[in-house]
């Protein structure tokens, strides 16, 4: 039921319950991931996310049909989505490359962070060391004024 505090836990509960039948048990260890008692499949859930690490499409047909049996499902074969990340997999080099295409600009316009003047690679000046000196000196203090009671409120 929507809205009961308890709904995680049941739809948790139902969902081992259902897997169970079919060889699939979470982990004791690592709560979110599953794997089958025979077959080498393996698979995350978060919330209704599933990540998918099988070996055959036997295998994985397996996992979608048991599923397709009491829920509705959207399959992606390309990987490309899980839980809001974005994934480029690289089978080449065995690698895979995270991003969130839009995160920033879109926290830039939420929090209404206004754009840089200058670049902020590098947002003070560098102090240049000097080697052989006989003291380095510390920069200057900064003495910019104390922000006001508005200043202090947006972050």
Same mark, same amino acid.
């Given at each position: 039921?929507?809205?009961l505090p308890q709904a995680g836990i049941l739809a948790q509960e139902l969902l081992e319950?259902?897997?169970?039948?079919?060889?699939?048990?979470?982990?004791?260890?690592?709560?979110?991931l599953w794997k089958h008692s025979s077959r080498p499949t393996t698979f995350t859930l978060v919330?209704?996310?599933f990540g998918v690490k099988y070996i055959s499409m036997e295998d994985a047909n397996h996992l979608i049909?048991?599923?397709q049996k009491y829920y509705q499902i959207t399959i992606d074969w390309t990987g490309s989505k899980y839980i809001g990340l974005t994934l480029d997999w690289d089978y080449g080099q065995r690698q895979v490359?995270?991003?969130m295409p839009g995160y920033?600009?879109?926290a830039l316009? &939420?929090? =209404?962070?206004?754009k840089p003047k200058r670049p902020q690679n590098s947002p003070h000046p560098h102090a240049?060391?000097?080697?052989?000196? &006989?003291? =380095?000196?510390?920069?200057k203090m900064d003495d910019s004024p104390q922000l006001d009671k508005a200043g202090q409120k947006f972050i």
């Open positions: 039921m929507y809205g319950k259902r897997l169970a039948e079919y060889g699939y048990t979470q982990s004791k260890i690592i709560h979110g919330v209704d996310d049909n048991v599923l490359h995270l991003s920033i600009q879109k316009e &939420k929090f =209404q962070h206004p240049v060391t000097i080697y052989g000196a &006989k003291a =380095q000196y510390v920069e």
